[in-house]
């Protein structure tokens, strides 16, 4: 299963975008990548995935790198709500979620 | 979104005692549901991967015998502690697949707090 690694926490000024980066570079072409945040004593709430292509829904955009080697999350306008633990995830041909230590988010006001 | 939900949300028990944790998805069937459990302040870890109608499969590590899981139906695993012990306190969290719908995606329950004494 590849791994990820993300660096351990990030701040961000609230209604600046978040960028939130991930390595991976043992990722196999078939392999997707997932993001998810989890937010004190929740549950882990899905953000966005993809494959290669760029990826865009109402919450987030995902940049995945030619290589596929690596891959950016962006918040466009974060808030303080948006303050969170993010994962980004490699999801195995067994369909199975091997989570990291993930990335820290603080948005300050 | 697909909604998973987890119940209880949080328990108590003595230590010797045996808990069960349910974990339903609510606007979907799950083929797959997984189990994690989360230490205060790490990550989650994958405990086990449960398929419908068929026994679940464990990571390594993982005690079969102490943590019980049964995938009954589309829309309910659950997962039980047997004689849980102090060390068995931690956040449990369910997740459900989404397969064969499209967006092949886990969506994750709310949680579920355990505590022994």
């Known amino acids: 299963d590849a791994k990820t690694t993300q660096p351990t926490s990030m701040d961000c000024a609230e209604g600046r975008a978040a960028n939130l980066p991930c390595n991976h570079s043992t990722i196999s072409g078939n392999e997707y990548v997932y993001w998810y945040r989890q937010i004190h004593s929740q549950g882990p709430q899905y953000i966005i995935h993809?494959?290669?292509n760029n990826e865009t829904n109402e919450m987030a955009s995902l940049i995945i790198t030619e290589d596929r080697k690596s891959s950016t999350l962006i918040l466009p306008h974060a808030t303080l709500r948006d303050t969170a633990v993010y994962y980004c995830?490699?999801?195995?041909?067994?369909?199975?979620?091997?989570f990291g230590t993930g990335t820290r988010l603080k948005v300050l006001a | 979104g697909a909604v998973v939900s987890q119940h209880p949300s949080w328990v108590i028990c003595k230590s010797g005692t045996s808990v069960k944790i349910e974990c339903r998805s609510l606007d979907f069937q799950a083929t797959t549901m997984f189990w994690y459990r989360q230490f205060p302040k790490q990550s989650l870890m994958l405990m086990a991967t449960?398929?419908?109608?068929?026994?679940?499969?464990?990571e390594q590590g993982v005690e079969k015998d102490k943590f019980l899981i049964n995938h009954a139906s589309l829309t309910l695993s659950t997962l039980t502690v047997t004689s849980a012990h102090p060390e068995d306190s931690s956040f449990y969290i369910c997740?459900?697949?989404?397969?064969?719908?499209?967006?092949?995606?886990?969506?994750f329950g709310p949680g579920t707090r355990l505590t022994v004494l």
């Open positions: 995830i490699v999801r195995s041909g067994t369909y199975k979620y091997i």
């Open positions: 997740s459900a697949r989404t397969f064969p719908l499209a967006k092949d995606t886990q969506y």
């Open positions: 993809g494959l290669k």
């Open positions: 449960s398929n419908e109608g068929s026994k679940a499969t464990y």
